[in-house]
């Protein structure tokens, strides 16, 4: 399956060192962030990748031949949301059932190799939380995705959405027809709760994410890296 990765933010919340490089860039334990989403991803058996760029797209081109990966850049000029960002992968997608991650998340090689379902449904990886008030919460009943609540102000789960989905290209006019969400965007997880209506996505509960939000998180991503990773 083709792997569509979300690269083209801004990150905002890593200012200055955002000033001049895209978000996954950013540099943990002296690799840039991309490089160990994109090993990860080959050590699952992942090998065809699309990268949605924008923000200084020419930095990540760079970065692709100095580490001599392969991967598609695909442009996305204005970042509208997610769900924009998957919707311009669709040619280079076709008529196969793909993967979608974001570059700036790690995840285990077994939930990675999870959600690679060829089957009639969509897939979503999930992870338990004690603070999932920061998140989207999925509500499942019997392996079925019922819903996603964005940031309840209650407690309805803590069963939280970590980016990591198997897609069928049915998906890509269910976007087309999206209006964008109160904060303006077109939003994945819309498209995937009008899909869940019809019993169509799947929720797969995953060991790991490691999330580079902010610059607070840089020394956590990095010791967890020491610990834990392996070339």
């Known amino acids: ?22 978000k996954v860039l950013v540099e943990v334990n002296g690799k840039p962030f991309l490089y160990y989403v994109l090993k990860s991803l080959q050590k699952a058996g992942y090998k065809e990748f699309g990268l949605i760029v924008g923000y200084k797209k020419e930095k990540i081109e760079s970065f692709l031949k100095e580490y001599k990966f ?3 850049l695909i442009d996305q000029p204005q970042q509208l949301g ?3 960002a998957v919707l311009q992968a669709r040619e280079w997608v076709g008529k196969d059932d793909f993967i979608v991650c974001s570059g700036d998340n790690l995840y285990d090689i077994n939930d990675l190799k999870k959600v690679k379902k060829k089957d009639p449904f969509h897939y979503l990886l999930g992870l338990e939380v004690d603070e999932w008030q920061k998140y989207g919460v999925l509500i499942a009943e019997d392996g079925f995705l019922k819903e996603i609540q964005e940031k309840p102000p209650k407690f ?3 069963l939280i959405n970590i980016a990591l989905y198997k897609l069928k290209p049915e998906i890509f006019p269910i976007l087309e027809k999206l209006r964008p969400s109160p904060r303006g965007e077109i939003e994945l997880t819309d498209a995937l709760n009008i899909l ?8 797969v509960e ?7 939000g902010c610059k607070d998180d840089l020394l956590r991503v990095g010791h967890f890296l020491e610990d834990n990773w392996e070339e």
Do not use: C, F, Q, Y
């Open 1 to 22: 399956m083709k792997v569509v990765i979300m690269a083209a933010g801004k990150g905002t919340r890593m200012l200055p060192l955002t000033k001049t490089i895209p």
């Open 70 to 72: 392969k991967a598609k």
């Open 82 to 84: 997610t769900g924009h």
């Open 156 to 158: 309805v789960g803590s």
């Open 196 to 203: 869940a209506k019809e019993n169509k996505v799947k929720v």
């Open 206 to 212: 995953g060991e790991l994410w490691v999330d580079l």
